[in-house]
């Protein structure tokens, strides 16, 4: 279809939420407002899951380690005297467990998104969300282009969460190390 130079207007500036957009009204009447097409836009969609995932991950983390805190201070506190070295291992095993679980928790979010959104199978998007997640990043699946950007944002939140996780276990340990030392000593 052939639409004359006239048939278009001159470009319009409007403000929406704080940015001004430029967009061509045709004089046909088929006008969509600049709030409408910011909305449509793949990048803007992109962006609003990306804050959801985000937040989301986010969560899932700090209820995660709260919930794995509440529990080490309730084994610790009961049976502070009686952990051995073994009991000490098994401790640190079942926690480091617990916090890997955590993190595939994470990476079923990610894949779970990925599915829905733009990869074949749950085979594809698991593989995908972890190898990103855990920023190794094969490259061999790849997301559809509007939706590439998800890939380094999940590796930037994994190498965060999986940092996070590392540290609240270097911390309980370091605290099990030192009431065991105090425990000894008395």
């Known amino acids: 279809m052939f639409v004359h130079q006239d048939a278009l207007q001159a470009a319009e500036k409007q403000v929406c939420c704080g940015f ?13 407002t600049p709030c409408a097409s910011l909305v449509a836009s793949p990048v803007f969609s992109v962006a609003c899951l990306a804050v959801l995932l985000v937040a989301l991950t986010l969560w899932l983390q700090s209820v995660g380690i709260a919930a794995l805190v509440a529990w080490t201070r309730s084994v610790a506190a009961s049976d502070i005297h009686n952990l051995g070295q073994f009991r000490s291992a098994v401790l640190i095993v079942r926690l480091t467990a617990a916090m890997i679980a955590l993190q595939g928790v994470m990476i079923s979010l990610w894949a779970s998104c990925y599915r829905w959104l733009c990869l074949p ?66």
């Open 121 to 186: 199978s749950w085979e594809s998007a698991f593989y995908f969300s972890a190898s990103s997640y855990a920023t190794v990043g094969y490259g061999d699946v790849v997301l559809p282009s509007n939706w590439r950007m998800l890939g380094p944002l999940e590796s930037i939140i994994g190498v965060l969460m999986c940092g996070i996780s590392v540290s609240v276990l270097f911390a309980i340990v370091t605290r099990l190390i030192s009431r065991e030392a105090r425990f000894s000593h008395t």
């Open 20 to 32: 001004e957009i430029h967009s061509l009204a045709y004089s046909c009447g088929t006008h969509i």
